[in-house]
């Protein structure tokens, strides 16, 4: 049966990540809100610091009692279904909930990749449980022992920088481009950091075969490897599409422009999984904070009949580590579309840190003062309709 709340207005928050919890703490502005977090792990995870994870140079639990308001209610299980008819989730543990109004929060998870050998022997790094395998996988293979990393985009290179700053012998797999998100000379400031420290980055070359210790390429190439980890691009879960909600190519709920499911006004999306007018914003922490307090305004208004604003968030750029000491800031303009201009070594690497810590910052500030999260807006996206979502590739 479902579990009735009180008679408060019910919003379920499916997702406790950066946008689920910044909404969830921004509902707070209305006290007759009964506000639930659904959320698979009873921990909160800074995905950002994954890598550091990985090879044993940060942690990445965070107790939600540090970042959710009193008022939160957090349930720790995973949403299975959503019944828009009947307005309910429905939980793998086979309980119910009702709900007036719903965010879906999903986040985002590892890309599943077709490569013969990928998923039987490459270890993911894009989650908590997939990096806790591969922590334990990688303290038993030796330090001099060869380690791939396929994918060169931020998340792979901060993953090779982290691991050859350990002593590692590492060889990060492109694909195409290193760093393609970043301009020229950026990139080869990244390049220069990585040569320095004994990466072998294979540009324009990609992973055709994962095998047990050697990755095949497609080139034609066998290059042993004690351990590969797969780091090229991201996914998100089915969690819409099997709840019968219209997505985009990837997934991710389409939405219009307030954030409200193009089939549903009762559902608003926030995060990685959200495809606003067919065209999301870049996958990062960053976006994910003003996507969750649009989503818990969209919510707001809706609730006092008023008209939700359209969404308006501003890019400056992205950061990428190079291990512990250095790091570039790559600037861009609102558009996220990169300019020539960079800061790299030790600043670059103190901007990178501020960045971690504000993406969980964020969520305290909004429990101690909800509706205090603000950002910088008027930042452009291609126009395109939510009836021909296209193939969009990402980082």
């Keep these: ?31 007759d809100i009964d506000i639930t977090v659904i959320n ?4 909160f995870v800074d995905r950002v610091r994954l890598h550091q994870f990985v090879a044993g140079t940060g942690e990445v639990e965070v107790d939600y009692s540090t970042l959710l308001a009193g008022e939160v209610r957090l349930v720790v299980d995973s949403a299975t279904r959503i019944d828009t008819a009947a307005r309910t989730v429905e939980l793998a543990s086979g309980r119910t909930l009702d709900y007036d109004y719903l965010i879906y929060a999903v986040g985002s998870t590892g890309a599943t990749s077709s490569t013969p050998g990928a998923a039987e022997f490459a270890f993911s790094i894009a989650e908590f449980e997939s990096a806790r395998r591969l922590r334990a996988r990688l303290a038993e293979v030796p330090l001099d ?5 396929v994918g060169g985009g931020l998340t792979g290179i901060e993953t090779a920088a982290e691991l050859a700053e350990r002593g590692r012998t590492v060889t990060l797999v492109c694909g195409t481009t290193l760093a393609p998100t970043f301009g020229a000379p950026g990139r080869r400031s990244v390049a220069k950091w990585l040569s320095r420290h004994g990466i072998a980055v294979l540009d324009n070359d990609a992973v055709a075969e994962v095998g047990p210790d050697a990755v095949v390429l497609a080139s034609g190439v066998v290059r042993s ?4 980890i797969w780091a090229a691009g991201f996914g998100v879960p089915e969690l819409a599409r099997a709840s019968g909600l219209r997505t985009d190519s990837l997934g991710r709920l389409l939405t219009d422009e307030t954030l409200t499911s193009v089939d549903d006004d009762r559902v608003v999306a926030a995060g990685d999984a959200a495809a606003p007018s067919g065209q999301p914003l870049r996958m ?13 305004d969209t919510v707001l208004n809706r609730l006092a009949g008023t008209e939700p604003a ?4 501003a890019f400056s750029g992205a950061c990428v580590s190079l ?5 570039v800031r790559q600037l861009a303009g609102k558009d996220d579309n990169p300019v020539k201009a960079y800061i790299g070594g030790r600043p670059g690497a103190a901007i990178k840190e501020l960045t971690c810590k504000l993406g969980v910052s964020k969520i305290r500030r909004e429990a101690r ?10 930042g452009t996206r291609p126009e395109q309709t939510v009836t021909a979502a296209q193939e969009i590739t990402l980082p």
């Excluded at 003062?369 to 008027?378: A, F």
């Design 1 to 31: 049966m479902p579990e009735h709340s009180t008679p408060n207005n019910r919003v379920v928050v499916v997702g406790g990540g950066y946008a689920g919890a910044v909404a969830a703490n921004r509902l707070r502005m209305r006290a």
């Design 284 to 296: 990062s922490s960053y976006a994910a904070g003003p996507l969750g307090a649009q989503a818990a």
């Design 310 to 313: 359209v969404l308006s968030v």
């Design 323 to 327: 291990g512990r000491r250095s790091g």
């Design 40 to 43: 698979a792990r009873p921990t």
């Design 225 to 228: 490897s004690a351990l590969t």
């Design 369 to 378: 003062k909800p509706g205090s999260l603000i950002w910088p807006k008027g």
């Design 145 to 149: 022992a060869p380690v791939t990393v």
